[in-house]
């Protein structure tokens, strides 16, 4: 069964830089079928969509955090790999890793959040 | 961008209830439509995709409806593994996601 699992340091310093990396367990990031995804939950809030990737490295950001974030992917470790710079308080958050399937649209394949790993705290403090 | 919103934010309601959760985009998004439900500590579980697809594995007393700006989710009869919080989330351009519902005991 298919497994994501986030990692990385659940401290992190103002004006610093986030790094997750996400597993994936009982599949292929190289499938040509899925997209990649990192999604986050401040505390008590909602989800937001942070950015996509795809195995051959085409992303898709939030305008919101395009000039902050970087996904990349490493094939070879079945991992993709989620970068947030200059972090403030309001990045603490439980950051979600996820597999994107797709549906057939006329202009192309549209993608959706099929399965999602457990999440990972992130705190953004001195 | 596209905005999602749901409503009621919050919902009570008893086991054996009908219930249902309205979702609107700021622009027409056809069927590129998600819910969610997710439960304290938990990570969101996909429900209905594509509008009204149902999931594999998740009950059929969940459906979804609607298409353009106007769309629903609806439980047809409550039950208490159901008490949670219900996103929906558009894919028609890049993602956004609605402010959530919970539904609580009554």
């Known amino acids: 069964q298919l497994q994501l699992q986030a990692s990385g340091p659940g401290l992190v310093k103002p004006s610093e830089t986030l790094s997750l990396t996400c597993t994936v367990s009982d599949g292929s990031i190289s499938s040509e079928t899925y997209y990649w995804g990192w999604v986050r939950q401040p505390p008590g809030k909602g989800l937001e969509w942070i950015g996509s990737i795809y195995y051959s490295g085409t992303t898709h950001y939030n305008p919101s955090l395009k000039s902050r974030v970087t996904l990349s992917v490493d094939t070879s470790k079945n991992q993709f790999t989620l970068q947030l710079t200059s972090v403030t308080a309001a990045d603490t958050a439980v950051y979600y890793c996820?597999?994107?399937?797709?549906?057939?649209?006329?202009?192309?394949?549209?993608?959706?959040?099929?399965?999602w790993g457990q999440g990972k705290v992130v705190a953004v403090s001195s | 961008d596209i905005q999602m919103t749901q409503s009621p934010s919050t919902l009570s309601a008893s086991v054996g209830d009908r219930v249902t959760i309205t979702c609107r985009a700021s622009?027409?998004?056809?069927?590129?439509l998600a819910w969610y439900q997710q439960k304290p500590g938990k990570a969101p579980k996909l429900l209905i995709y594509?509008?009204?697809s149902l999931e594999s594995g998740v009950p059929s007393r969940f459906s979804g409806s609607g298409s353009g700006t106007e769309f629903t989710l609806t439980i047809t009869s409550l039950q208490p593994d159901d008490f949670a919080t219900y996103y929906c989330q558009q894919y028609n351009t890049y993602w956004t996601f609605g402010q959530g519902t919970k539904v609580e005991i009554k």
């Open positions: 594509k509008a009204s």
């Open positions: 996820a597999r994107l399937n797709y549906n057939w649209g006329q202009v192309g394949a549209m993608y959706y959040f099929e399965y």
């Open positions: 622009q027409s998004i056809s069927t590129w």
